[in-house]
């Protein structure tokens, strides 16, 4: 059988990481697109040489050209700005969109069955407008935030309790932004909620407290400490664990920005929530129950992604 192909649109810090990623897990061959000349042939040489040594069978290509993405069966995409110290997620808007726009219309006409995974940043509004632009069916165009945020949050969790990040799940819902809802309650060490772990004594609410608050500015701590860019190793490794739900029909319960019809008490948006990630795409949102406090910050959140995705309507108004 012929192996998946995998174009990553945006060959920069991210595009790099999934890359090498993909290659690895020999999760398929890898096409890496960028509008930079030289960025994406340099490192997909950069990774083939590195087969040898690490020995895994895949083929990758570096290009400028979009017909080399055709056929792909799934596309991330990362083309875009990060974010600088001083800027909020939101503050790339109007660039993001705009490329956006170049990037659907690229592929729609070269890999229009591909399973698209969003990482540009405001990202709840950017894979919306990545969805408007390409015309693809919404199970088959996501975003990837609540892994990450999620992951951010088991690995703060972990830490306190001193136990492996392996036992320790999170639930983080909501936008990718200063909204975002981690759910303590859905939260455990082994099955163990988190709120019975602060009962127990192995921590405090106040640290509790003050992890949820590092969760939800995980982003803005790694941009002020790399002075130059955002975070990429942690959202590659969250986008992986997407495409490879994906590609060998994991059927992943996984948090993601995923497009809701109707549900949550949210109509025609995207926004995070969990998911099941299998050979359909998104196939299903997971209603779980909120509590009237954990609703009412969700609803918050929620309102934050509308305000963005008005945002783009008012710059474009071809998304009208
Ligand atoms: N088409 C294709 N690639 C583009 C385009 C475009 N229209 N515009 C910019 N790019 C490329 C840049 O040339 C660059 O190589 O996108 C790449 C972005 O890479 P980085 O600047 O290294 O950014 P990265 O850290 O990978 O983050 C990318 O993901 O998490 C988000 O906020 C982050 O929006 C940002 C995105």
Redesign the pocket.
Known sequence: MARAKIAL?????????LAHLAALKELGDVVL????EG??QGKALDIAESAPVDGFDAVLKGTNDYADIAGADVCIV??????KPGMS?DD?LGI?L??MK??GE?IAANAPNAFVIC?????DA?VWALREFSGLPHEKVCGMAGILDSARFRHFLADEFEVSVKDVTAFVLGGHGDTMVPLSRYSTVAGIPLPDLVEMGWTSQEKLDAIIQRTRDG?AEIVGLLGN????YA?AASAIEMAEAYLKDQKRLLPCAAYIKSALGVKDLYVGVPTVIGAGGIEKIVEIKLNKDEQAMFDKSVEAVRGLVSACKEIDSSLG
Do not use: E
């Open positions: 649109i945006g060959a920069g810090q991210i595009g790099g990481t697109f960028d509008i930079a960025t994406p990362t083309a875009g700005v990060p974010r997620r790339l993001n705009k490329v170049s990037v690229g990482i540009t940043n405001p990202l950017m982003g860019g955002s975070a990429f959202p």
